[in-house]
Protein backbone atom coordinates (compact mmCIF):
# COMPACT_ATOMS: atom_id res chain seq x y z
CA UNK A 1 0.00 0.00 0.00
CA UNK A 2 1.53 3.56 -1.29
CA UNK A 3 0.51 6.17 1.59
CA UNK A 4 1.10 10.15 1.59
CA UNK A 5 1.67 12.36 4.55
CA UNK A 6 -0.93 14.88 5.16
CA UNK A 7 -1.38 17.44 8.61
CA UNK A 8 -4.40 17.45 10.27
CA UNK A 9 -5.31 20.90 9.21
CA UNK A 10 -4.65 19.92 5.45
CA UNK A 11 -6.75 16.81 6.01
CA UNK A 12 -9.47 19.31 7.41
CA UNK A 13 -9.05 21.38 4.53
CA UNK A 14 -9.62 18.48 2.24
CA UNK A 15 -12.61 16.98 3.82
CA UNK A 16 -14.02 20.45 3.82
CA UNK A 17 -13.30 21.20 0.35
CA UNK A 18 -14.85 18.05 -0.99
CA UNK A 19 -18.26 18.50 1.00
CA UNK A 20 -18.13 21.82 0.43
CA UNK A 21 -18.19 21.06 -3.56
CA UNK A 22 -20.12 18.25 -3.26
CA UNK A 23 -23.14 20.46 -1.67
CA UNK A 24 -22.62 21.15 1.86
CA UNK A 25 -23.15 24.13 3.35
CA UNK A 26 -20.27 25.89 5.65
CA UNK A 27 -22.41 24.13 8.68
CA UNK A 28 -22.82 20.86 7.67
CA UNK A 29 -19.55 20.48 6.13
CA UNK A 30 -17.88 21.76 8.86
CA UNK A 31 -19.39 19.59 11.10
CA UNK A 32 -18.26 16.06 9.19
CA UNK A 33 -14.49 17.91 8.42
CA UNK A 34 -14.20 18.24 12.17
CA UNK A 35 -15.67 14.55 12.83
CA UNK A 36 -13.39 13.26 10.27
CA UNK A 37 -10.14 14.90 11.10
CA UNK A 38 -10.42 13.94 14.60
CA UNK A 39 -11.13 10.02 13.62
CA UNK A 40 -7.69 10.20 11.58
CA UNK A 41 -6.02 12.33 14.58
CA UNK A 42 -6.84 9.41 17.37
CA UNK A 43 -6.01 6.83 14.58
CA UNK A 44 -9.27 5.70 13.99
CA UNK A 45 -8.79 5.43 10.10
CA UNK A 46 -12.25 3.33 9.17
CA UNK A 47 -13.79 6.49 10.18
CA UNK A 48 -11.72 9.26 8.84
CA UNK A 49 -11.48 10.43 5.35
CA UNK A 50 -12.38 6.75 4.62
CA UNK A 51 -15.60 7.13 4.83
CA UNK A 52 -15.73 10.52 2.80
CA UNK A 53 -16.29 8.86 -0.82
CA UNK A 54 -19.56 7.32 1.15
CA UNK A 55 -20.44 10.88 1.84
CA UNK A 56 -20.02 12.54 -0.92
CA UNK A 57 -21.79 9.90 -2.72
CA UNK A 58 -25.04 10.51 -0.05
CA UNK A 59 -24.55 14.37 -1.68
CA UNK A 60 -24.38 13.39 -5.20
CA UNK A 61 -27.56 10.93 -4.75
CA UNK A 62 -29.53 13.46 -3.42
CA UNK A 63 -30.61 11.47 -0.17
CA UNK A 64 -28.93 13.33 2.17
CA UNK A 65 -29.44 17.01 2.54
CA UNK A 66 -26.01 19.46 2.34
CA UNK A 67 -28.24 22.18 3.64
CA UNK A 68 -30.10 20.76 6.75
CA UNK A 69 -30.87 22.59 9.54
CA UNK A 70 -31.78 20.19 12.46
CA UNK A 71 -33.98 20.93 15.33
CA UNK A 72 -34.32 20.69 18.74
CA UNK A 73 -37.85 19.67 20.47
CA UNK A 74 -38.16 19.08 24.40
CA UNK A 75 -40.13 15.98 25.27
CA UNK A 76 -40.27 16.45 28.61
CA UNK A 77 -38.32 18.47 30.92
CA UNK A 78 -34.94 16.23 30.48
CA UNK A 79 -35.69 14.21 27.29
CA UNK A 80 -35.00 16.22 23.91
CA UNK A 81 -35.67 14.92 20.13
CA UNK A 82 -33.62 16.50 17.59
CA UNK A 83 -35.08 16.53 14.41
CA UNK A 84 -31.71 16.08 11.69
CA UNK A 85 -33.26 17.33 9.09
CA UNK A 86 -32.31 14.55 6.70
CA UNK A 87 -28.82 15.81 6.50
CA UNK A 88 -25.86 14.28 8.29
CA UNK A 89 -25.74 12.86 12.01
CA UNK A 90 -22.80 14.95 13.03
CA UNK A 91 -24.39 18.63 11.98
CA UNK A 92 -27.44 17.25 14.59
CA UNK A 93 -25.33 15.96 16.96
CA UNK A 94 -23.92 19.87 17.17
CA UNK A 95 -27.13 21.35 17.23
CA UNK A 96 -28.47 18.61 20.11
CA UNK A 97 -25.12 17.89 22.23
CA UNK A 98 -25.05 21.54 24.12
CA UNK A 99 -28.98 21.17 24.82
CA UNK A 100 -28.34 17.84 26.36
CA UNK A 101 -25.55 19.31 28.36
CA UNK A 102 -27.28 22.09 30.06
CA UNK A 103 -30.33 19.71 30.91
CA UNK A 104 -28.01 17.28 32.83
CA UNK A 105 -26.28 19.47 34.24
CA UNK A 106 -29.57 20.72 36.09
CA UNK A 107 -31.63 17.60 36.49
CA UNK A 108 -28.86 14.86 36.55
CA UNK A 109 -30.20 13.03 33.90
CA UNK A 110 -30.82 13.68 30.23
CA UNK A 111 -31.85 11.76 27.19
CA UNK A 112 -31.16 12.92 23.53
CA UNK A 113 -33.17 10.63 20.62
CA UNK A 114 -31.80 11.97 17.02
CA UNK A 115 -33.69 10.85 14.02
CA UNK A 116 -33.90 11.30 10.33
CA UNK A 117 -30.20 11.88 10.34
CA UNK A 118 -27.77 9.52 8.45
CA UNK A 119 -24.45 8.27 10.73
CA UNK A 120 -21.32 7.08 9.46
CA UNK A 121 -19.23 8.02 12.03
CA UNK A 122 -17.30 6.76 15.02
CA UNK A 123 -19.82 7.23 18.86
CA UNK A 124 -16.62 8.58 20.97
CA UNK A 125 -17.06 12.03 19.37
CA UNK A 126 -20.36 12.52 21.56
CA UNK A 127 -19.77 10.66 24.26
CA UNK A 128 -15.77 11.87 24.99
CA UNK A 129 -17.75 15.28 23.99
CA UNK A 130 -19.99 14.60 27.26
CA UNK A 131 -17.21 13.56 29.54
CA UNK A 132 -15.45 16.43 28.78
CA UNK A 133 -18.15 18.57 30.75
CA UNK A 134 -17.42 16.10 33.67
CA UNK A 135 -20.82 13.88 32.34
CA UNK A 136 -21.09 10.27 32.17
CA UNK A 137 -22.04 9.66 28.34
CA UNK A 138 -23.39 6.78 26.57
CA UNK A 139 -24.67 6.35 22.84
CA UNK A 140 -25.88 4.04 20.43
CA UNK A 141 -26.91 3.66 17.11
CA UNK A 142 -27.59 1.03 14.46
CA UNK A 143 -27.16 0.54 10.72
CA UNK A 144 -28.12 -1.28 7.92
CA UNK A 145 -28.01 -5.48 8.15
CA UNK A 146 -24.77 -6.67 8.02
CA UNK A 147 -24.80 -8.72 11.28
CA UNK A 148 -26.32 -12.54 12.11
CA UNK A 149 -28.51 -12.89 15.03
CA UNK A 150 -26.67 -15.97 16.99
CA UNK A 151 -27.64 -19.38 15.23
CA UNK A 152 -28.42 -17.42 11.95
CA UNK A 153 -27.01 -17.23 8.73
CA UNK A 154 -28.13 -14.33 7.44
CA UNK A 155 -28.13 -10.13 8.70
CA UNK A 156 -30.40 -8.66 10.70
CA UNK A 157 -28.24 -6.29 12.91
CA UNK A 158 -26.58 -3.55 11.92
CA UNK A 159 -22.96 -3.51 13.56
CA UNK A 160 -24.86 -1.52 16.15
CA UNK A 161 -21.79 0.10 18.36
CA UNK A 162 -22.28 1.16 21.07
CA UNK A 163 -19.88 3.83 23.18
CA UNK A 164 -19.47 4.75 27.35
CA UNK A 165 -17.82 7.64 28.42
CA UNK A 166 -16.66 8.37 32.01
CA UNK A 167 -15.27 11.60 33.09
CA UNK A 168 -12.00 11.99 35.22
CA UNK A 169 -11.18 15.32 36.79
CA UNK A 170 -7.87 16.40 35.61
CA UNK A 171 -7.14 13.70 33.01
CA UNK A 172 -8.11 11.58 29.89
CA UNK A 173 -11.63 10.47 29.79
CA UNK A 174 -12.33 6.69 29.79
CA UNK A 175 -14.00 5.90 26.58
CA UNK A 176 -14.53 2.55 25.01
CA UNK A 177 -16.45 2.68 21.60
CA UNK A 178 -17.37 -0.81 20.00
CA UNK A 179 -19.44 -2.59 17.66
CA UNK A 180 -21.85 -5.64 18.49
CA UNK A 181 -20.17 -7.61 15.27
CA UNK A 182 -16.74 -9.09 15.70
CA UNK A 183 -15.04 -6.38 14.08
CA UNK A 184 -16.49 -2.93 12.69
CA UNK A 185 -17.54 -3.21 8.82
CA UNK A 186 -15.38 -0.23 8.21
CA UNK A 187 -12.36 -2.17 9.63
CA UNK A 188 -13.49 -5.20 7.32
CA UNK A 189 -13.65 -2.96 4.56
CA UNK A 190 -10.13 -1.34 5.12
CA UNK A 191 -8.41 -4.81 5.72
CA UNK A 192 -10.10 -5.91 2.73
CA UNK A 193 -8.12 -2.73 0.82
CA UNK A 194 -5.05 -3.39 2.12
CA UNK A 195 -4.93 -7.04 1.56
CA UNK A 196 -4.73 -8.40 5.28
CA UNK A 197 -6.91 -10.74 6.83
CA UNK A 198 -9.45 -11.05 9.72
CA UNK A 199 -9.13 -12.79 12.79
CA UNK A 200 -11.08 -16.24 11.26
CA UNK A 201 -14.72 -16.22 12.31
CA UNK A 202 -15.18 -12.85 12.41
CA UNK A 203 -17.69 -13.52 9.62
CA UNK A 204 -19.01 -15.88 7.22
CA UNK A 205 -18.89 -15.99 3.77
CA UNK A 206 -22.01 -15.90 1.27
CA UNK A 207 -21.83 -20.08 1.68
CA UNK A 208 -22.49 -19.68 5.46
CA UNK A 209 -19.27 -21.22 6.58
CA UNK A 210 -16.54 -19.25 8.87
CA UNK A 211 -13.64 -16.88 6.92
CA UNK A 212 -10.85 -14.97 7.84
CA UNK A 213 -10.76 -13.09 4.19
CA UNK A 214 -12.94 -9.76 4.61
CA UNK A 215 -13.57 -9.55 1.04
CA UNK A 216 -15.57 -12.16 1.37
CA UNK A 217 -17.58 -11.11 4.46
CA UNK A 218 -17.88 -7.63 3.03
CA UNK A 219 -18.76 -8.58 -0.52
CA UNK A 220 -21.91 -11.19 0.29
CA UNK A 221 -20.84 -12.63 3.49
CA UNK A 222 -22.33 -11.93 7.15
CA UNK A 223 -20.43 -10.35 10.03
CA UNK A 224 -21.40 -12.36 13.47
CA UNK A 225 -22.21 -10.94 16.63
CA UNK A 226 -18.99 -10.93 19.16
CA UNK A 227 -18.93 -13.52 22.50
CA UNK A 228 -21.91 -15.00 20.06
CA UNK A 229 -25.83 -14.91 21.80
CA UNK A 230 -23.84 -12.25 24.50
CA UNK A 231 -22.89 -9.48 21.63
CA UNK A 232 -26.38 -10.31 19.69
CA UNK A 233 -28.74 -9.84 23.14
CA UNK A 234 -27.06 -6.45 23.41
CA UNK A 235 -27.19 -5.51 19.27
CA UNK A 236 -31.20 -6.30 19.85
CA UNK A 237 -31.31 -3.69 22.57
CA UNK A 238 -29.44 -1.20 20.78
CA UNK A 239 -32.44 -1.60 17.64
CA UNK A 240 -34.62 -1.13 20.30
CA UNK A 241 -33.17 2.31 21.61
CA UNK A 242 -31.80 3.50 18.58
CA UNK A 243 -34.61 2.63 16.36
CA UNK A 244 -37.70 1.95 19.10
CA UNK A 245 -37.42 4.33 21.20
CA UNK A 246 -36.14 7.02 18.86
CA UNK A 247 -38.93 6.70 16.41
CA UNK A 248 -36.30 5.56 13.10
CA UNK A 249 -35.47 3.00 11.42
CA UNK A 250 -34.66 -0.58 12.24
CA UNK A 251 -31.86 -1.70 10.59
CA UNK A 252 -33.98 -3.80 8.14
CA UNK A 253 -36.33 -0.99 7.59
CA UNK A 254 -33.59 1.38 6.99
CA UNK A 255 -32.36 -1.25 4.38
CA UNK A 256 -35.30 -1.63 2.18
CA UNK A 257 -35.39 2.45 2.40
CA UNK A 258 -31.94 3.33 1.49
CA UNK A 259 -30.65 4.14 -2.19
CA UNK A 260 -27.40 1.83 -1.94
CA UNK A 261 -25.44 4.66 -2.98
CA UNK A 262 -22.44 3.84 -0.85
CA UNK A 263 -23.10 6.40 1.62
CA UNK A 264 -24.75 6.25 5.11
CA UNK A 265 -28.49 4.88 5.66
CA UNK A 266 -31.07 7.10 7.32
CA UNK A 267 -31.40 6.13 10.82
CA UNK A 268 -31.41 7.50 14.50
CA UNK A 269 -29.05 7.64 17.53
CA UNK A 270 -29.91 7.19 21.07
CA UNK A 271 -27.52 9.49 23.77
CA UNK A 272 -27.98 9.74 27.27
CA UNK A 273 -26.13 11.95 29.53
CA UNK A 274 -26.00 11.13 33.54
CA UNK A 275 -24.39 13.60 36.20
CA UNK A 276 -21.50 11.97 38.42
CA UNK A 277 -21.90 15.30 40.60
CA UNK A 278 -25.53 15.51 40.81
CA UNK A 279 -26.05 11.64 41.53
CA UNK A 280 -23.07 10.11 43.25
CA UNK A 281 -21.92 13.09 45.01
CA UNK A 282 -18.59 15.37 44.68
CA UNK A 283 -16.15 12.68 45.97
CA UNK A 284 -17.25 10.77 42.53
CA UNK A 285 -14.00 11.37 41.07
CA UNK A 286 -11.70 10.46 43.85
CA UNK A 287 -13.80 7.49 44.65
CA UNK A 288 -13.78 6.03 40.50
CA UNK A 289 -9.90 7.34 40.38
CA UNK A 290 -9.56 4.62 43.00
CA UNK A 291 -10.82 1.68 40.95
CA UNK A 292 -8.91 3.43 37.90
CA UNK A 293 -5.70 2.97 39.94
CA UNK A 294 -6.78 -0.36 41.00
CA UNK A 295 -7.79 -1.52 37.59
CA UNK A 296 -4.32 -0.09 36.39
CA UNK A 297 -1.88 -1.75 38.83
CA UNK A 298 -2.82 -4.90 37.12
CA UNK A 299 0.06 -6.35 34.63
CA UNK A 300 -0.94 -5.32 30.85
CA UNK A 301 -4.00 -3.88 31.92
CA UNK A 302 -4.92 -0.41 29.15
CA UNK A 303 -7.93 1.81 30.34
CA UNK A 304 -10.23 1.87 26.80
CA UNK A 305 -9.71 5.42 25.39
CA UNK A 306 -5.66 5.48 26.24
CA UNK A 307 -4.27 4.67 22.85
CA UNK A 308 -6.71 7.12 20.95
CA UNK A 309 -5.98 9.82 23.52
CA UNK A 310 -1.87 8.97 23.33
CA UNK A 311 -2.28 8.95 19.50
CA UNK A 312 -4.07 12.87 19.47
CA UNK A 313 -0.75 13.99 21.28
CA UNK A 314 1.22 13.43 17.88
CA UNK A 315 0.07 16.86 16.29
CA UNK A 316 2.20 15.69 13.29
CA UNK A 317 1.33 14.66 9.88
CA UNK A 318 -0.59 11.09 9.23
CA UNK A 319 -0.12 8.62 6.98
CA UNK A 320 -2.60 8.11 4.32
CA UNK A 321 -3.40 6.03 1.65
CA UNK A 322 -3.00 7.95 -1.43
CA UNK A 323 -5.29 6.19 -3.35
CA UNK A 324 -7.82 7.34 -1.24
CA UNK A 325 -6.49 10.64 -1.15
CA UNK A 326 -6.17 10.51 -4.73
CA UNK A 327 -9.72 9.64 -5.24
CA UNK A 328 -11.04 12.37 -2.41
CA UNK A 329 -8.81 15.13 -4.50
CA UNK A 330 -11.39 13.85 -8.03
CA UNK A 331 -14.14 14.60 -6.10
CA UNK A 332 -13.18 18.15 -5.59
CA UNK A 333 -12.63 18.96 -9.28
Known amino acids: MTTTNLTLEEIYNLALKTLKFNGCDELNAEAVADTVTNAERDGSVSHGLFRIPGYIASLKSKKVKGNARPTNKFLTQNAIRVDGDYGFAPTAIKVGLPVLIETTEKHGVGVLTIANTHHFAALWHETESLAEKNLIGIACTAYKPSVAPAGAKKPLFGTNPISFAWPRKNNSPVVYDMATSTMAMGEVQVAARDGHKVPYGTGLNKDGKKTDNPADIANGGVLLTFGDYKGSAIAMMIELLAAGLVGDLFSFEAAKEDNN ?73
Open 261 to 333: DGGPARGGEFIMALSPNLIAGENWNEHSEKFFQEMKSLEGVRLPGERRHKNRLNTGSRSINKELVDKIISLSE
